[in-house]
């Protein structure tokens, strides 16, 4: 039965269709606060798609954002698997030679913005889904796949896909270079403020600048290492060292604003703790950092406050999801896969404790740079990979 499910999914697999949706994702401005429109578009096009075979809709999530959806439903008892990803992306970069939005296909490539984070995983998803309808393929379940909203703020979008619905396994199909992600950092934001004393420019000599006593602090934090106690195996999926840095400050009045001296300066320092690490830990790091900042100038003042958090993620390696996928890589890949994990922060950070969750896409780091593009290679691997994954996990008794 495996080999005639292989052949089945190789005779009907929808490699253009997962090219040309990821081609017209990218063709459409989906930044952050944007990505209304592409969902519709979405919308739109899954139902061509879909034609008679499972629903198609949306569902408005705040202020217009919306998730899309598809999912098809077997009939039969059986596990429900969701297929998902992220609509929107960051800001497009300086320094592109080429129109970002051209979704332009040259020597076996498609360039475009965001087309690794993620709109070809996103395409793919679809891709594997109309496969394994075109295929025949018996199956068990639902099969869903969802396109969320607001990824790059607050994750809305999977924390109401996961508020309203239950699924019982979860391919993420964020970037990771075609390996297989069973882990990935979590992310604690601090706001880290130096109070000062306000007066007008030409009375300086009576004011604190809260700015100036926010430098040796910033240079403390620059000097940090730290290295928390983690299993050998945590560090070979996801690093050893505690990753932050001060990615943002905040001091003064706008340029065309009056003149006066600053008596807030705030900065936000960006931690990325390994699973396991507690935020007390990194709190106290940090607060190391203060304290010899305090110890070169007495006259600083801090406030912090912990401005966010969000989970990290790690699922058993033995869990039947990331084993349905492991074998699906390994027939298309034809070499043993080596389960890793990233720095970087997936949605899973607000969903990955409610379902059995396991991490693969096309595209890989580095990524928002000028002239991004990714293989079609990739594209068609990919594509094949999640409908051997999904008829594996929701494979008829």
């Known amino acids: ?195 000062g004393r306000s007066a007008h420019t030409c009375h300086k000599y009576q004011a604190l600048n809260a700015i100036e006593k926010m430098l040796p602090l910033v240079d403390e934090l620059s000097k940090l290492r730290y290295f928390p106690r983690i299993s050998d195996h945590l560090k070979e999926l996801v690093g050893p060292e505690l990753l932050m840095a001060v990615g943002r400050i905040f001091g003064g009045l706008f340029p065309g604003g009056p003149s006066m001296i600053p008596d807030r300066c705030t900065i936000r320092v960006d931690t990325r703790p390994q699973p396991g690490v507690p935020l007390d830990e990194v709190r106290g790091v940090l607060e190391q950092a203060i304290a010899r900042a305090k110890a070169r100038d007495p006259e600083i003042v801090v406030e912090v406050v912990v401005a966010d958090v969000k989970n990290s993620f790690m699922v058993d390696p033995d869990a039947t999801v990331v084993r349905c996928l492991k074998e699906a890589w390994e027939t298309v890949m034809r070499r043993p896969a080596k389960l890793v994990g990233g720095s970087w922060l997936g949605d899973t950070a607000s969903f990955g404790s409610l379902c059995e969750t396991v991490i693969f896409g096309p595209g890989g780091e580095p990524v928002y740079q000028p002239d991004e593009s990714l293989a079609l290679a990739d594209i068609e691997q990919a594509t094949r990979i999640y409908a051997l994954a999904a008829a594996r996990l929701l494979k008829a008794a």
């Open 1 to 195: 039965m495996e080999i005639q499910v292989q052949n089945q999914i190789a005779r009907t697999l929808a490699r253009d269709l997962s090219i040309d949706l990821t081609q017209a994702m990218v063709r459409t401005d989906s930044t952050w606060g944007k990505e209304t429109t592409l969902a519709r578009e979405l919308e739109a096009r899954l139902k061509t798609i879909a034609g008679d075979r499972g629903r198609v809709w949306s569902e408005e999530v705040f202020e217009g954002r919306l998730n899309t959806f598809w999912e098809v439903d077997s009939g039969r008892p059986g596990p429900h698997l969701v297929l998902t990803g992220h609509l929107d992306t960051k800001p497009v970069c300086e320094g592109w030679t080429r129109d970002p939005f051209a979704g332009d296909i040259e020597q076996g490539r498609l360039f475009g913005h965001g087309v690794m984070d993620m709109k070809a995983g996103l395409g793919c998803q679809v891709g594997a889904m109309r496969t394994l309808l075109d295929a025949g393929i018996d199956f068990t379940g639902k099969l869903t796949f969802a396109a969320v909203c607001d990824h790059m703020g607050k994750q809305t979008g999977s924390i109401d896909l996961f508020r309203r619905h239950k699924f019982d396994h979860c391919i993420l199909g964020e970037l990771t270079d075609m390996q297989i992600y069973v882990a990935h950092r979590g992310r604690y934001y601090f706001d880290i403020s130096t109070i």
